[in-house]
């Protein structure tokens, strides 16, 4: 017995296990998180069907290296430089929606809160009780309607198209915007925490070949932002009278008030206190309710 447990040790002497420190863990948990993000993101992208197209071109470059097909070899050495260039032009719009993405990520509101709960609302529930009436009205009359709830990426480029308001958001305002044969009916209202800023937008349509064919020029316009952006879309059908929501380059079609109304609470960016979760005290907090305790 002792014979084989020495033969496995001098077997695995070869064996070389690495001293792993803190740093080490810390690169491994970044560099997980790295590139679980950076798949998710091709997957859900049109980057998906490149990487497909990449790995069968790296399977026919790999059969040429075996086979010894020089003239292959060359070529794909000389326009593999020239496609990493056309991929960065093709996929723009990818690439900056995942940059501001990334950017809109409050990393560090999570941990440190240093703001009350009133001053964290983007937008007041008057607010949404209003687009909610406005868009239940708005499907009961079948009138089209296009309105964009501007989240933490700025749609200035898109406002600019349209025409400025910069009033406070009512349901008889909006209801009058969307009526038919009016100046400021056709295009999109953009909505900015508690004021229309402008109605009749322009917005980008989407180039998604998946999409429905019964989807006309607003929806798509819907989706064409909410893929540039993480605004909210709220559609109105002028043909149907349904309502449709747009989010993060997806619609769902056929919604009801319930979902509006939560899919608007998800962006309000309400913060709830909780001593027990937050690693740092609000210190306003902390100071107000100490002086009450002194009284």
Same mark, same amino acid.
Request: proline share 2%; hydrophobic share 45%; with cysteine.
């Given at each position: 017995?002792?014979?084989?447990?020495?033969?496995?040790?001098?077997?695995?002497?070869?064996?070389?296990?690495?001293?792993?420190?803190?740093?080490?863990?810390?690169?491994?948990?970044?560099?997980?998180?790295?590139?679980?993000?950076?798949?998710?993101?091709?997957?859900?992208?049109?980057?998906?069907?490149?990487?497909?197209?990449?790995?069968?071109?790296?399977?026919?470059?790999?059969?040429?290296?075996?086979?010894?097909?020089?003239?292959?070899?060359?070529?794909? @050495?000389?326009?593999? =430089?020239?496609?990493? #260039?056309? /991929? +960065?032009?093709?996929?723009? !719009?990818?690439?900056?929606? *995942?940059?501001?993405?990334?950017?809109?990520?409050?990393?560090?509101?999570?941990?440190?809160?240093?703001?009350?709960?009133?001053?964290?609302?983007?937008?007041?529930?008057?607010?949404?009780?209003?687009?909610?009436?406005?868009?239940?009205?708005?499907?009961?009359?079948?009138?089209?309607?296009?309105?964009?709830?501007?989240?933490?990426?700025?749609?200035?480029?898109?406002?600019?198209?349209?025409?400025?308001?910069? @009033?406070?958001?009512? =349901?008889?305002?909006? #209801?009058? /915007? +969307?009526?038919?044969?009016? !100046?400021?009916?056709?295009? *999109?209202?953009?909505?900015?925490?508690?004021?229309?800023?402008?109605?009749?937008?322009?917005?980008?349509?989407?180039?998604?070949?998946?999409?429905?064919?019964?989807?006309?020029?607003?929806?798509?316009?819907?989706?064409?932002?909410?893929?540039?952006?993480?605004?909210?879309?709220?559609?109105?059908?002028?043909?149907?009278?349904?309502?449709?929501?747009?989010?993060?380059?997806?619609?769902?079609?056929?919604?009801? @008030?319930?979902?509006?109304?939560?899919?608007?609470?998800? /962006?309000?960016?309400?913060?709830?206190?909780?001593?027990?979760?937050?690693?740092?005290?609000?210190?306003?907090?902390?100071?107000?309710?100490?002086?009450?305790?002194?009284?």
């Amino acid at each position: 017995m002792n014979t084989f447990f020495n033969a496995v040790k001098d077997y695995l002497d070869w064996i070389v296990f690495p001293k792993i420190g803190i740093t080490d863990v810390l690169e491994i948990f970044i560099l997980a998180y790295l590139v679980y993000h950076i798949i998710v993101w091709v997957r859900n992208t049109r980057a998906w069907v490149l990487f497909k197209g990449l790995v069968i071109i790296l399977g026919f470059a790999l059969v040429a290296a075996i086979l010894q097909l020089n003239v292959v070899l060359w070529i794909f @050495s000389k326009t593999i =430089s020239v496609g990493i #260039i056309a /991929i +960065f032009v093709v996929f723009q !719009p990818e690439l900056r929606r *995942a940059l501001e993405q990334l950017g809109s990520k409050n990393i560090m509101s999570s941990i440190f809160v240093f703001d009350d709960q009133e001053k964290n609302d983007r937008f007041s529930k008057d607010t949404i009780s209003e687009i909610v009436s406005a868009t239940l009205d708005l499907a009961k009359s079948s009138m089209g309607a296009l309105i964009v709830v501007e989240h933490e990426v700025k749609l200035a480029e898109y406002e600019s198209t349209g025409i400025k308001l910069d @009033s406070n958001i009512s =349901s008889q305002l909006l #209801i009058n /915007i +969307f009526e038919k044969n009016t !100046p400021l009916h056709d295009g *999109a209202v953009i909505i900015r925490g508690n004021r229309i800023v402008a109605a009749t937008c322009y917005l980008p349509l989407s180039d998604n070949k998946y999409l429905s064919k019964d989807m006309g020029t607003r929806h798509r316009a819907a989706i064409g932002i909410t893929e540039v952006s993480d605004a909210v879309v709220i559609v109105v059908s002028e043909e149907t009278g349904k309502i449709s929501i747009a989010h993060d380059g997806k619609i769902t079609r056929n919604v009801d @008030s319930d979902r509006i109304r939560k899919e608007l609470l998800a /962006i309000q960016k309400i913060v709830a206190v909780d001593p027990r979760k937050n690693k740092i005290k609000n210190l306003k907090g902390w100071r107000k309710n100490e002086k009450k305790t002194d009284k």
